[in-house]
T-cell receptor, first 117, second 111 residues
């Protein structure tokens, strides 16, 4: 199957700093990628849909100025957590879809664990 | 938006067949039913997808009744490595761009 890779796998930062997480589709082109956040013992929560060459579509309640998404190429989407605070500590996972909206298969990255001190 | 309901947790023993049922009463005509598996600290992985009746692949079967208001993921002869969270996904978000994850079912397999 298709491969999606995230970097870094884990990151620790100080409160108030910004952190960038990269998501790459290694063997296919992804015009659309998705960013999820997952807190311990909880399900994945969709944060935004990242569209190549255009603005991301954010889910209700997700601050677009805090979670900056850039999808500048068909194989790379980045999520920047700006002015991170301890409550932003979470597992961030990206995915890309191969196939149609309803019938396609989502391929997920390994996830990036963010810890804000 | 199709909302899904699954049991929070299930327990099983190695070698048994496990059936996880997902309710999706307001599934739309063009919605497919997709199941994902997630291990701790990893991204989810696709298991199986179906629209109606029965679908089978090398790892699981998916049973969907005629009214499509529920579906059952069947894992034959589970092993310890099948201990994971299983998610049933039906329908898209409000923007119509992405599938939404429900709460999932934590399956624990013991020896």
């Amino acid at each position: 199957g298709a491969v999606v890779s995230q970097h870094p796998s884990w990151v620790i930062c100080k409160s108030g700093t910004s952190v960038k997480i990269e998501c790459r589709s290694l063997d296919f082109q992804a015009t659309t990628m998705f960013w999820y956040r997952q807190f311990p013992k909880q399900s994945l929560m969709l944060m935004a849909t990242s569209n190549e060459g255009s603005k991301a579509t954010y889910e209700q309640g997700v601050e677009k100025d805090k979670f900056l998404i850039n999808h500048a190429s068909l194989t790379l989407s980045t999520l920047t957590v700006t002015s991170a605070h301890p409550e932003d500590s979470s597992f961030y996972i990206c995915s890309a879809r191969v196939g149609g909206l309803n019938t396609g298969e989502l391929f997920f990255g390994e996830g990036s664990r963010l810890t804000v001190l | 938006l199709a909302k899904t309901t699954q049991p929070i947790s299930m327990d099983s023993y190695e070698g048994q067949e496990v059936n996880i049922t997902c309710s999706h009463n307001n599934i739309a005509t063009n919605d497919y039913i997709t199941w994902y598996q997630q291990f701790p600290s990893q991204g989810p992985r696709f298991i199986i997808q179906g629209y109606k009746t029965k679908v089978t692949n090398e790892v699981a079967s998916l049973f969907i009744p005629a009214d499509r208001k529920s579906s059952t993921l069947s894992l034959p002869r589970v092993s310890l490595s099948d201990t994971a969270v299983y998610y049933c996904l039906v329908g898209l978000n409000q923007a119509g761009t992405a599938l939404i994850f429900g709460k999932g079912t934590t399956l624990s397999v013991s020896s």
